[in-house]
């Protein structure tokens, strides 16, 4: 017959794959005998004889797990979780002792040990100790992404108008299932970042971690470390180990931006890690497997920068797998009127502004004849600096920087037509400020108090008649 499968030790034969794990125990027999086990179950195991080595390994910073006997002959296990700890030291402990004591299990666990164990230890209960705490890091790790995807989820979504971004959507649609590198190119402020997250967010890597590096923001001499990792002491100024970009993604999407920014020595590096699907930290001598998804963004011709022997052709293969292309904002002005309205109601939320926000005509015509040389993100800025000065509930020509209102028609002057309500009263309010300032002998401050409105209100008025032309 066959044996039936242990549905919990199928999971824990899974959680201990590639697990990283310390066993330290000043008796050679039982630390070899646990190494050997843990080996045998997938773990890649190292050994420490006592507290003092064990504390120089764990260092580096390269294990999840440490299995450590308590009585040992330099310092004590408690003091070794302790000092770890003090080191910045993220290792998950399990204890071990021969004197079963509830005030030692305490004292185990105030320093920061996550499990506790009476010797003579049985193995199978070893690997499942083990594997719990692997399993508990992982849950406490999906939460905190958990936490950030439902955060993301209340954000409204916004649909495009326009016919390229519409294709561009059906593109991602396409990729994002799959586990191909993708390369965003467009203008700097197009949006590339959102693509990226987007692709993420429909992928089935959408519980693991979004992590977004921009390769032009990072010093060199620090980016490998940034990127890949170091362990304890492998250059100047690395007082603790640190995990790295890389392996902070692991499970899910590294959005590489500016990728066109990354030095050659880098892109080597770079190509290794798509090739191996593994990262050596700096000062390593093991390499640490990376499930990690690779989406990367320019603004720059990668192509041509191949040509000139600035970018390698290998890695640039390797990222082009697929191409998204995002136009610029002026090719797609279709998309402009339901942006500006995405990001009102959006930016009303950040600054707390209550209640409708009208937008003048004048402004939105204005919005879309402009040519955006800054794309999405100059838009952003517009909008949040009129969504400042508003005042009313209204967003007008007033409200919107030199560059773009004089972008609008000019008005017919009084005696040439403009009949409308809107323009009567534009024009009833401008006389009595002219009026107001001149009763004023000048005086603008004066002015705004004898029309009982705030001196900023009396300038935007002053700014918007003269910028429509009804001020000389």
Known sequence: MLEPIDPIKQADEQLLKSLEV????????IRQILAVRLTKAGCRVVQAADATEALEKLAKG????????????DFDGIELVRRARAAGVDTSFIMMTAYASVDTAIQAIKAGA???????????????????????????????????????????????ASPAMRDLDRLIAKVAPTDSTVLVTGESGTGKGVIA???????GRAPGPFIPV????????????????????????ADKARKGLFLEAD?????????????????????????EKSVRAVGSEQAKKADVRIVAATNRDLAQMVADGRFREDLYFRLTVFHLHVPPLRERRQDIPELVRFMIRRGAKRLNASGELVIEPEVEQALGAYGWPGNVRELENVVDRALILAE???????????????????????????????????????????????????????????????LSSLYRKIEEFETLGLMS
């Not at 294990?63 to 002959?73: C, G, N, R």
């Not at 923001?217 to 620090?222: K, T, Y």
């Open 251 to 275: 499970k899910g999407t590294i959005f590489l931006d500016e990728i066109g920014e990354l030095p050659l020595a880098l892109q080597v590096k770079l190509l290794h890690v798509i090739e």
């Open 62 to 73: 390269e294990f999840e797990v440490a299995v450590s006997d308590i009585q040992m002959p």
């Open 197 to 203: 997250r987007k692709i993420h967010q429909q992928s």
């Open 392 to 454: 009313d509930g209204r967003i007008t020509p007033a409200d919107l920087p030199p560059q773009i209102a004089r972008l609008m028609p000019a008005p017919e002057a009084a005696e040439k037509g403009g009949n409308t309500l809107r323009d009567q009263v534009r024009r009833f309010e401008c006389s009595l400020i002219v009026k107001a300032i001149a009763d004023a002998g000048g005086d603008r401050r004066q002015a705004a108090r004898n029309l009982g409105i705030g």
């Open 214 to 237: 921009n390769c032009g923001a990072i010093p060199e001499n620090l980016m490998e470390s940034e990127l890949f990792g170091h362990v304890k002491g492998s250059f100047t100024g």
């Open 22 to 29: 310390l066993v330290v125990d000043d008796e050679p027999a």
């Open 114 to 160: 996550s499990d506790y164990m009476i010797k003579p230890v049985r193995h199978d209960e070893v690997l499942h100790r083990v594997a719990k705490v692997a399993d508990m890091r992982r849950l406490s790790s999906e939460n905190r992404v958990l936490r950030e995807i439902v955060n993301a989820a209340q954000e409204e979504v916004f649909g495009f």
